[in-house]
């Protein structure tokens, strides 16, 4: 009866045309070998079966899965800058980070990656929300997982997120104070936790001060699967819009001028990150600074307590940003 064939460095050196000796640095997170490289060798060592043993040189590092939906990656390219900051940070502090992108049928259906089920992994960021029924599944892996930009109260994980609720308030209250007698929402606050704290924060300010709150003035951005839908205009317009992200303002900003109208003298315009390849130029958009480098070192601390008390629990942690004020927010009729 013939064995599965054992696979090697040599295996994976043929794969990439590389030496062994670059393989083997790459998957000892050693200096030498391109973060890209190194990230592609390790990803196919784990997809061909490749056993990892253990390095004294770094018996200290662990391997940390960053995840993150699919419905995430290309056109939120808040994300994207996520990703690559915590990336740059797991190597300072001698983490081996793996991204896992998960498609939306396995988030569904909570069926993890061949990844996740090697037990090579130590520990998991999640970036972005993700399912109930992906998170249950993560818990029966008994690795220990960080949830990041979310919250999520039907498990016991510790979480950083972005102070939304807050956000949302000052960016309406920076409208109102610039002039603006009635403020809209673009976003679907259903599709994320985040989004619905941001809402919350924008209704908070409205009911505090008094304020009518125009149910024809709220605009979905995306459908339930995450992706853009076409901006819906109210037939009357209010004076302004908090929109839920960045790249969702700099779309309905885009709408607007086709229509005609100025920003912001006819209709002032707020965003939330303050990030986003998807500028338009000449329009500086007033919007809510996410204070990334802080959640992320959040995040790490976090991390590394885990790393040694698997019991080890923080709970929400809560990273404050700020107001940024530009062109788009500033209306003066």
């Not at 083997?24 to 990230?39: I, P």
């Not at 249950?136 to 997982?145: F, S």
């Not at 941001?198 to 505090?208: D, V």
Request: charged share 30%.
């Amino acid at each position: 009866m013939a064995t599965e064939k054992k696979i090697t460095m040599k295996d994976i050196a043929k794969e990439f045309d590389v030496s062994i000796v670059t393989v083997s640095k790459a998957l000892a997170g050693k200096d030498g070998v391109g973060e890209q490289l190194r990230q592609e060798i390790v990803e196919r060592a784990h997809e061909l079966g490749y056993v990892f043993k253990k390095n004294p040189e770094r018996s200290g590092s662990k391997n940390v899965a960053i995840v993150i939906s699919e419905r995430f990656i290309g056109e939120n390219s808040f994300y994207q800058k996520v990703y690559q900051r915590i990336l740059l940070e797991l190597t300072r502090r001698n983490f081996v980070a793996i991204l896992e992108a998960v498609r939306v049928e396995d988030e569904e259906k909570g069926e993890l990656p061949k990844l996740l089920s090697l037990k090579s992994i130590d520990q998991i960021i999640v970036i972005g929300e993700i399912s109930n029924a992906y998170l249950r599944a993560v818990v029966r892996t008994g690795i220990g997982c960080i949830l990041f930009d979310f919250e999520n109260e039907d498990f016991d994980m510790d979480a950083v997120i972005s102070d939304n609720v807050n956000g949302g308030y000052l960016l309406t209250r920076h409208l109102i104070q610039s002039g603006c007698k009635s403020v809209g929402f673009v976003g679907n606050y259903f599709s994320t936790r985040s989004n619905l704290d941001r809402f919350i924060g924008y209704r908070k300010y409205l009911i505090a001060n008094q304020l009518t709150f125009d149910e024809n003035n709220v605009i979905s951005d995306r459908d339930e699967h995450g992706r853009d839908i076409d901006l819906a205009l109210p037939a009357k317009l209010p004076d302004a819009f908090v929109c839920t992200c960045d790249h969702t303002a700099f779309r309905l900003i885009r709408k607007l001028l086709d229509e005609g109208f100025r920003i912001p003298e006819d209709i002032a315009v707020v965003g939330y990150d303050d990030y986003t390849d998807n500028r338009i130029d000449g329009v500086d958009l007033t919007t809510y600074h996410v204070n990334i480098e802080e959640m992320i070192s959040q995040c790490m601390n976090i991390l590394e307590q885990h790393c040694e008390n698997s019991e080890y629990r923080y709970g929400t942690v809560i990273s404050y940003g700020w107001l940024v004020e530009r062109s788009t927010g500033k209306h003066r009729k």
